[in-house]
């Protein structure tokens, strides 16, 4: 999933703070299950904001809704008419949500309310760690099943670089050396002679080396 995390209260006080109407929206997809921006999270943002601004002794109207996904037309165009009622949007999506209402509603200004991080998954109650970097030309059919695009700290296929000590990357005792992992998890498959099989240069334009990218599907496309 795509994780996230809510901005600091500051900085989206002062997203708020020249309009008298707003428009929070969740999302009921990634951001909620990392606790960033679904149903529940807008309703305390929505709490706390209309809090701040009432200290302040400014009124600030907020309606609040969770779309299923809001990097998805679809459900992007249901704002319609609470998007005609307000005068800004405050996004608490992915960065890709965020980008969807303003194409949508272009005469409208819209604020991200999180900061997006990275493609990851739950370690374990709230502890979320990075796994992929979407590459465009997954190895991972070759390195056991562990990126080391995500998760090796120079991005090396051909590890480990000779500073992992005791199973660690040399860049911090809290962080598991993906090379290590990577031979372990060969060894527990009994697939230790493919380990030193070298990876040759890769094209990274697949990756966003090669400018923004696009998935065509020319059987779906109308
Ligand atoms: S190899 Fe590429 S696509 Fe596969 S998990 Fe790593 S970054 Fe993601
Ligand atoms: S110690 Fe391991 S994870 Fe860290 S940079 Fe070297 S190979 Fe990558």
Request: hydrophobic share 35%; with cysteine; charged share 30%.
């Amino acid at each position: 999933m795509i994780t996230a995390e809510r901005k600091p209260m500051e900085e989206i006080v002062e997203c708020a703070r020249n309009f008298s109407r707003v428009l929070l929206v969740g999302c009921n997809e990634c951001v909620t299950v990392c606790a960033a921006g679904g149903r529940k999270e807008v309703g305390l943002l929505a709490s706390a904001l209309r809090m701040h601004f009432m200290k302040e002794g400014k009124n600030l109207e907020i309606i609040e809704t969770t779309l299923e996904r809001q990097c998805d037309p679809e459900y992007i165009d249901e704002l319609a008419d609470s998007v005609g009622q307000v005068d800004a949007v405050l996004s608490m999506a992915c960065g890709c949500g965020v980008q969807e209402i303003a194409r949508r509603y272009k005469d409208k200004h819209v604020f991200p309310m999180v900061n997006t991080k990275f493609m990851g998954a739950s370690e374990r109650q709230g502890v979320w760690a990075e796994r992929c970097q979407g590459c465009g030309d997954c190895v991972l059919g070759i390195t056991g099943g562990i990126c080391p695009i995500a998760r090796c700290s120079k991005r090396i296929l051909n590890g480990p670089c000779g500073g992992s000590t005791g199973g660690k990357c040399e860049i911090s005792p809290d962080v598991d050396c993906a090379w290590q992992l990577i031979w372990d998890r060969m060894k527990s498959l009994g697939q230790e002679d493919r380990y030193e099989e070298v990876m040759g240069a890769r094209d990274w334009r697949t990756s966003r080396d090669g400018g923004p990218r696009r998935i065509i599907r020319e059987d779906m496309a109308l």
